[in-house]
């Protein structure tokens, strides 16, 4: 955003750029009504406007910095003024400007030479004081090195806002950090909290219903009926295990050891009891600890997966790859199954897949047509325990 002062500087420097216009014009009129301003006088005025125009109204940006060019602009600055001067004698109402000028458009002790060089338009008119060119020389150099010390000024209390204002916005992100962290720490505290809820309640009672269960399986005649509360009872602790797992991915330290390829096979042998279907498990890599979010989004995804194959697939295989790599953990489930397509599904588990990985900037891949079954790819940044 542009400060009161920069406008305010701007603003002086265009007038000062066109100030030259308007004294030129003034020489004109007086030259015009005087009878003796001529075609080629006009055309010389005309040429030194144009020259103004170019290196000072259209180049603000030269101005003080192009020691060549503002040299050059002030030199030819100072040969139009001579010829008009020659010309017409009226043109000498310009010659003021020419000290001004040379502040304007020369730099550092240059500019001083120039107030110098602004008397030859005096010196090659008829007649000229001597004793005036002595007193208003030494003046206009005051009254520019005055001008120039103000710039200097205004640019230094510009420049220590700019610092104060850098160091007001330094400390607003601090200020954001803080709350950021205040905010993070209430969350950290309420999920160790949800923790120990779920571990004294939901945890507890799975941990009985599979006592229980055990209990009853011993005194159950033989199958079918023990066989079904085996499945049971094999159902409760998987569910026992990730109710485990969720506590620990709630709880602010991570895991600490790798139990996610564990954790998987243990899913597809609950899946393969449930819906009796061939399935194969492969882990490549080696596994290795990895922080307790992302093992919860792989598992979830091999469970939201494996669940999607058994309701809607009618596979008859399904091949199930854990990959660790070297900076992303992949898993990978394909089926031979009836397929469907990607564009169309509208599911809630698929889409909820989607934005739990998505929070961990991993991606989600469908790939299926109908009757060509489907390959689902999930690949989660590996994200260490100390992250």
């Not at 060019?69 to 109402?93: E, I, P």
């Not at 020419?98 to 005096?122: D, E, I, Q, R, T």
Request: contains cysteine.
């Amino acid at each position: 955003m542009t400060s009161v002062d920069e406008r305010l500087e701007r603003r002086w420097n265009l007038a000062w750029a066109l100030a030259p216009y308007g004294v030129l014009l003034a020489a004109c009129v007086v030259s015009l009504t005087g009878g003796t301003a001529s075609w080629v006088t006009i055309v010389v005025a005309g040429g030194l406007a144009l020259w103004h125009w170019w290196f000072i109204v259209e180049h603000p940006q030269w101005w003080e910095r192009q020691t060549i060019a503002m040299t050059g602009y002030f030199v030819g600055l100072l040969a139009f003024v001579v010829v008009l001067v020659l010309r017409d004698h009226s043109f000498l109402l310009f010659t003021p400007m020419c000290y001004v000028l040379a502040f304007v458009a020369l730099p550092g002790w240059v500019a001083y030479a120039g107030v110098v060089l602004a008397n030859v338009p005096w010196l090659v008119a008829p007649g000229p004081d001597v004793l005036d060119i002595v007193v208003i020389t030494p003046m206009a150099g005051l009254v520019g090195w005055a001008i120039r010390t103000m710039e200097r000024e205004a640019i230094r209390r510009r420049e220590v806002n700019d610092k104060l204002v850098a160091v007001a916005g330094e400390n607003a992100k601090l200020h954001a950090m803080l709350l950021e962290r205040a905010r993070e720490t209430g969350m950290m505290a309420e999920r160790a909290r949800i923790a120990r809820e779920i571990h004294d309640t939901v945890a507890q009672g799975l941990a009985g219903i599979v006592t229980q269960l055990e209990t009853v399986a011993e005194l159950a005649p033989a199958d079918p009926v023990r066989g079904r509360i085996d499945t049971a009872r094999r159902l409760a602790r998987t569910s026992l295990v990730e109710v485990r797992r969720s506590i620990d991915a709630l709880r602010p330290g991570p895991l600490r050891d790798a139990r996610l390829s564990e954790a998987v096979e243990q899913a597809v042998r609950t899946w393969r009891a449930q819906y009796d279907t061939p399935v194969t498990v492969t882990v490549t890599g080696t596994p290795q600890p990895m922080h307790a979010e992302v093992e919860v989004t792989v598992l979830r995804a091999t469970q939201e997966t494996l669940s999607n194959v058994g309701r809607h697939a009618k596979a008859d295989r399904v091949d199930v790859t854990l990959s660790y790599m070297e900076d992303v953990v992949v898993l990978d489930v394909r089926d031979d199954g009836t397929g469907f397509d990607p564009g169309a599904a509208r599911g809630f588990g698929l889409t909820a897949l989607r934005q739990r990985v998505r929070l961990l900037s991993g991606t989600v891949e469908v790939e299926s047509a109908p009757g060509a079954g489907t390959a689902v790819s999930v690949a989660v940044p590996l994200i260490g325990v100390d992250a």
